[in-house]
C-alpha cells in the first residue's frame, strides 16, 4: 500500500502523454515549432529563425491572405450557385416554351377536327324530304297492288 499510493499519485501527476513523441502530420513532416530564443543560444532544432517583425510580417501576409482566400471563395461560391439557380431558369423557360408549343399544336389539331365535323354535319343536314317522298311512293305502290289483288279475288 505504501508503494502504490506514489505510484497513483505520479501517474496523476505525470501521464503517459507528457512522455509521447510530438505526432507526424500526414506528409510525414514533424508540426511546426516555436521557440524563442535569445542572443548566443543554441537552437533547439534546425531551421528558419526569423526575428519579431519578421514573424509579425508573415503572420499580416498570411492573415491577408487568408481573408482574400475567403473572400475569392465565397465570390466563387455565390457565382456558383447563381449559375445554378440560372440554369434552374433557363430549363423552366424551355420547358414552358415547349409545352407551350405542344398545347398550341394539340388546340390547332382539335379546331381542324371540329371544323371537319362541323362541314360533314353541314352536308348532310336533317332533310329527309327525299326519303319521305320515296317512302310514300312505295307505299302508294304496295297499296295499290295490294288493292288490286284483293279485288280480283273478291
Known amino acids: 500500500m505504501k508503494i502504490i499510493i506514489p505510484l497513483l499519485v505520479f501517474t496523476l501527476a505525470f501521464p503517459a502523454v507528457l ?11 514533424l508540426p511546426p515549432k516555436v521557440t524563442g530564443l535569445q542572443k548566443g543560444e543554441a537552437a ?6 526569423l526575428n519579431t517583425t519578421a514573424a509579425a510580417q508573415i503572420f499580416t501576409d ?7 482566400l475567403c473572400a475569392l471563395r465565397v465570390q466563387f461560391e455565390v457565382q456558383k450557385k447563381v449559375a445554378e439557380m440560372q440554369l434552374f431558369l433557363d ?11 405542344k398545347y398550341n399544336a394539340i388546340i390547332t389539331i382539335k379546331d381542324k377536327e371540329i371544323d371537319k365535323l362541323n362541314a360533314i354535319a353541314l352536308e348532310s343536314s336533317n ?6 317522298a320515296a317512302g310514300g311512293i312505295l307505299t302508294g305502290i304496295a297499296l295499290t297492288l295490294a288493292v ?3 279485288a280480283k279475288e273478291i
Do not use: C, R
Not at 509521447?20 to 506528409?27: G, K, L, M, R, Y
Not at 533547439?44 to 529563425?49: A, F, K, Q, R
Not at 430549363?91 to 408549343?101: E, F, G, L, R, Y
Open 19 to 29: 512522455f509521447a513523441e510530438p505526432p507526424e502530420n500526414s506528409d510525414g513532416n
Open 44 to 49: 533547439p532544432y534546425s531551421g528558419v529563425l
Open 62 to 68: 498570411k492573415s491577408f491572405f487568408s481573408e482574400e
Open 91 to 101: 430549363s423552366a423557360a424551355v420547358t414552358i416554351d415547349s409545352m407551350d408549343k
Open 127 to 132: 332533310d329527309y324530304n327525299t326519303w319521305w
Open 148 to 150: 288490286l289483288f284483293a
